[in-house]
């Protein structure tokens, strides 16, 4: 073999492998078995997703600016990106508002600490040194999954993100305030998450409290299927995020209602 063929070669197998790493396929999935299906198999790997808080419970929104990022949300993601790499790589998790309490990464009833023991939390006060710290993580081969406060984000700064997501094949996972829903983003995806009121005992309301998710946005995903709400449930003995059937079927139930009432193609845009 000659030293231009070899070269050429190399070559193509470097371009190969650089369209392999900016591709679109390889998703993750979130465990929960019917928002994998109406994505398509999860998560894009990928890419910048967008999760917006929850606005505290019996306050002016407005005016307070009172919010809580998902937890639960981001903690059961993490654990899906751990479990389906077959590297052992870090979850970066950026900014003080969406660190968790320690006990909460620990499953088995105590016995697996894998996720706090894979876990950086960077401590990052302003939105220039979030992005700043978020970006030389998801520049990292080391680093998985990079999970953030993106409040106060412009839309040239979740444009970065994404890029740089998308660029590494690395997960990104930003918490934002309610109301900042309406601000532009780059984000593949934005979902919003509420309280779910609980029918059941005060003790299975702090065992298994409930949370409703609801797609605002996702590349690639018909529009009609946008407006999909799940129930999601915590169960603190497992400590694990799983999709309520129960509830499931009923915002279904009514989406199908509303579909029926609606014109064929008239959908309101996002």
Not at 164 to 171: G, S
């Amino acid at each position: 073999m000659t030293l231009a063929t070899t070269i050429q070669t190399l070559q193509s197998k470097l371009n190969d492998t650089c369209h392999e790493n900016m591709g679109q396929g390889r998703v993750l999935q979130t465990g929960w078995s019917g928002i994998d299906v109406d994505l398509g198999g999860g998560l894009l790997a990928g890419a910048l997703h967008e999760w917006f808080g929850l606005a505290a419970r019996g306050h002016n929104v407005a005016s307070l600016r009172t919010w809580s990022p998902p937890i639960c949300v981001l903690v059961h993601l993490a654990w899906q990106a751990l479990e389906a790499s077959s590297r052992t790589r870090w979850i970066v998790w950026v900014g003080r508002r969406c660190f968790p309490y320690p006990s909460i990464l620990v499953r088995g009833r105590g016995t697996d600490h894998r996720l706090l023991e894979r876990s950086l939390f960077v401590t990052a006060h302003s939105a220039n040194d979030r992005l700043w710290a978020i970006d030389l993580a998801l520049r990292s081969s080391s680093v998985g999954v990079v999970i953030a406060d993106g409040s106060t984000f412009s839309m040239a700064a979740t444009r970065r993100v994404q890029l740089l997501a998308q660029r590494h094949q690395t997960l990104a996972l930003m918490v934002r305030p309610p109301w900042e829903q309406g601000e532009l983003s780059a984000a593949q995806s934005r979902w919003l998450i509420r309280w779910e009121p609980h029918a059941s005992t005060t003790k299975s309301v702090l065992l298994k409290p409930r949370w409703s998710v609801q797609l605002l946005r996702c590349k690639g995903v018909q529009y009609e299927k946008a407006h999909t709400t799940w129930a999601l449930e915590w169960d603190s003995d497992t400590s694990t995020l799983n999709l309520s059937s129960e509830m499931v079927r009923q915002a279904r139930s009514s989406k199908e209602e509303q579909a029926c009432d609606r014109p064929h193609g008239m959908y309101r845009p996002a």
